[in-house]
């Protein structure tokens, strides 16, 4: 007898390009060998040059496609992505509070990569203030951490102290991305209780890249719904993105998309 796949869930927006939000989460799953669910908190107009427009879900709905999934579906890990307004994100905490809600992935986005704003500052204030002590692991770049905290992060030197803030912010565990600050490796900084680690590897040259952190996050589900540690989830994940920027794709006239396939994962990526 076949072992069943492990069940995740998304909590996000919409990409009509399908390179990030719920189409690339649910691409990720897939090709992990998980049975992939979710919850549209928003609809974008968006493509590989960037996003034209959104419409936002109201927040009962997102509520309602999130507590029918979970009522029915044994869900072993979740994540989010664009929550959209202030009135979704409490929305979202809310049930991650009041009922069993199982690992929470948060990925705190936003500021969409051609720079239109995805979350009102009333929004990002309730993120961090309801959403954060939820988290299992909340995994921003560089722009989200410094949006999140007020502090800034000029170098590889400044991410231990801005993740030290974040966790204080009720969180367990985060994964600061550091992408953003340029140079020939890329590092993040994982931090946990009495744990923390910089991950480096070298940049894969290219792009811009849309989809990065969706697929990355998506990723630490998957394998977070299988049993892993999230240090363990976080180093799978990891290798997983690496291969996907590599084999990164032009397809439109703007940024690079990712193109997760099932002959991509290998070892414990695999079903």
Not at 210 to 220: E, V
Request: charged share 15%; aromatic share 2%.
């Amino acid at each position: 007898m076949s072992t069943l796949p492990p069940v995740v869930l998304t909590i996000a927006g919409s990409d009509s390009g399908g390179g990030a939000g719920i189409e690339m989460d649910l691409k990720v799953f897939a090709a992990l060998g998980a049975f992939g669910t979710c919850a549209v908190t928003a609809l974008t107009a968006q493509n590989t040059l960037g996003v034209r427009g959104a419409w936002q879900a109201p927040p009962d709905f997102v509520k309602d496609q999130i507590a029918a999934v979970l009522d029915d579906l044994p869900v072993k890990a979740a994540k989010t992505g664009m929550l959209s307004s202030q009135e979704v994100v409490l929305a979202v905490a809310d049930l991650a509070r009041t009922r069993g809600f199982p690992p929470l992935v948060v990925d705190p986005v936003v500021v969409a990569k051609d720079g239109t704003h995805l979350l009102s500052d009333a929004g990002l204030a309730a993120l961090r203030e309801q959403l954060l002590p939820a988290a299992a692991l909340v995994t921003p770049n560089v722009p989200e951490a410094e949006a999140l905290t007020g502090a800034r992060i000029g170098s590889e030197q400044d991410l231990s102290g801005v993740a030290a803030k974040l966790r204080a912010a009720g969180c367990s565990w985060v994964l600061l991305k550091g992408g953003h600050l340029g140079g020939k490796q890329v590092t993040d900084l994982l931090l946990g209780p009495s744990f923390e680690q910089a991950l480096s590897s070298p940049r894969i040259p290219g792009g811009p890249l849309h989809g990065t952190g969706c697929a990355l996050s998506a990723a630490i589900a998957v394998h977070l719904a299988r049993g892993l540690s999230i240090p363990d989830a976080v180093h799978e994940a990891r290798t997983f993105l690496q291969g996907l920027i590599a084999d990164a794709l032009a397809l439109g006239k703007g940024a690079l998309v990712l193109h997760p396939q099932p002959s991509i994962a290998s070892g414990r990526n695999a079903p």
